[in-house]
């Protein structure tokens, strides 16, 4: 029945209907010239509009991590947008907000026990970097504006974001991005890291970069640091053992924030709640998007530490504290999406599942290693990355080709950056998926010899 009806939906575009719309990171006259499209979801599955069944090895963009269409967030929205569609956020609240914000900051490590919402990756990154200069401002220290991030870093989109990102194609058309702004080293070394389970054991070293950094500029300068404990859009490079805590012990040293950017991190993904978790780091905020609510309306926020939030809460009771938001800041649909998919991550216990799993899941995607082309294969938590060769012509044509022929012909969406197939399938992943996943991957990596 829902397939039928997705196939009129499709069948009423007629040709021209595909110029309008321009995609996001997206070759588009190719695109249009081939188009991938997507009808339905269920669970593990898209369906296409011809009803083809294509298991997701990405979680959506690694963002639907209690699977497709759960019934249980459905649901949640449907009853609330009967109840109370929208409502400001500014000078108002509602319940859903509240409760959201509490088991946010429940969820959370140490005293990360505030949450600003807003609805997106990028603009949790422009939030978090925005409160880090507005924090230096309020304790009378606002020559405190540096901004450090790390070569190969993705931070999203905004402005503030690529300017601390460090992926060269997402900042070099964009004019002279943010002043002030310096990038750690990257922390991926292939001759040293090669094949890697889980935090790769080579790297901590490179934190110390921040001390150079810090010699350079003098700590009266900066304001805070933002990394990635997993960097998963620039090819899944994991934060390697002890980095993330020099990075820590360097910041207290000399008085600057640590901000871990945990948009794909946050929600189970390395088989905790958040990746500071894992990595035993408690950094003085997190921003988090994509799996708060497995994908199903957009949202973003950043948790931040007590004390960070109290030095704001001074001055006199009715004045604004911090001049930032969004019409959509925790905006009811996406809290009650939210809610209901924290409870399916609570009820099905799917962070502790991600943890059991990822043996199963690193020993499945690190047999690939003998596959034609397989320079690298890298895996932690339920995220996987296998870098191909490039061929001749284009760097990434083989891994495009490997993502559009992995769609049309043999059943399994991934997502490429560069040369790189990354994996990271939603949490409720059965082993039995595991293998189907894998042997699709085959035929695909077989397909692009
Ligand atoms: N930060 C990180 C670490 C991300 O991986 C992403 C998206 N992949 C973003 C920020 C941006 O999120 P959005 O696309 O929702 O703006």
């Known amino acids: 029945m829902t397939a039928q009806i997705s196939r009129a939906a499709n069948d009423s575009l007629a040709p021209n209907d595909l110029e309008a719309w321009w995609l996001p990171f997206t070759a588009n006259r190719s695109f249009k010239q081939r188009p991938r499209m997507i009808a339905r979801a269920k669970g593990m599955y898209y369906y296409t509009p011809e009803g083809r069944e294509v298991i997701d090895g990405a979680a959506g963009l690694w963002c639907c991590n209690a699977g497709h269409n759960r019934d249980e967030i459905t649901r949640a929205i449907q009853a609330q947008a009967e109840e109370l569609d929208y409502s400001p956020a500014f000078q108002f609240g509602h319940a859903g907000g509240f409760a959201l914000a509490s088991r946010l900051a429940q969820l959370a490590p140490g005293d990360l026990n505030h949450v600003f919402f807003c609805n997106s990756g990028s603009e949790a990154v422009d939030t978090a970097l925005k409160v880090a200069l507005a924090y230096w401002n309020a304790r009378g220290q606002g020559s405190k504006t540096r901004l450090i991030g790390r070569e190969r870093g993705y931070h999203g989109v905004g402005f503030g974001g690529i300017s601390v990102g460090g992926i060269v194609k997402n900042r070099q058309f964009f004019g002279s991005l943010l002043a002030g ?84 991190t946050g ?20 921003t988090f998007a994509k799996g708060v609510n497995s994908g199903a309306v957009p949202m973003g926020g950043v948790l931040v530490r007590q004390g960070l939030y109290d030095t704001f809460m001074k001055g006199p009771e009715h004045m604004i504290e911090l001049f930032h938001g969004y019409t959509y800041s925790g905006h009811p649909l996406a809290c009650a999406a ?16 991600a943890k059991t799993l990822e043996p199963v899941w690193a020993d499945a995607i690190h047999g690939l290693k003998s596959l034609p082309n397989v320079l690298d294969i890298r895996t932690i938590g339920l995220v996987g990355a296998i870098d191909l060769a490039s061929r001749p012509d284009a760097v990434g044509a083989r891994a495009f080709e ?38 699709k991957l085959t035929r695909v990596i077989k397909a692009v010899a």
């Open 181 to 264: 702004v310096d990038h750690l080293p990257h922390t991926y070394n292939r001759e040293q890291q090669a094949f890697s389970r889980g935090e790769p054991e080579w790297g901590a070293h490179l934190a110390d970069e921040l001390e150079r950094i810090v010699a350079l500029h003098d700590a009266s300068t900066i304001a805070a640091v933002i990394v990635e404990p997993m960097a998963g859009s620039t090819g899944v490079l994991a934060a390697p053992k002890g980095y993330l805590k020099r990075l820590r012990e360097i910041c207290d040293k000399h008085g600057i924030l640590l901000i871990f950017d945990e948009v794909i």
């Open 267 to 286: 929600f189970g993904r390395l088989g905790t709640a958040f990746a500071a978790e894992r990595y035993g780091v408690i950094p003085d905020m997190i």
């Open 338 to 353: 939210a809610l209901a998919a924290q409870d399916i991550y609570r009820d099905e216990k799917l962070f502790e599942r």
């Open 402 to 439: 490997a993502m559009d022929r992995g769609f049309q012909e043999h059943g399994i969406m991934m997502r490429i950056t560069g040369d790189t197939i990354a994996l990271s399938p939603p949490l409720i992943v059965t082993e039995e998926q595991i293998g189907e996943i894998v042997d």
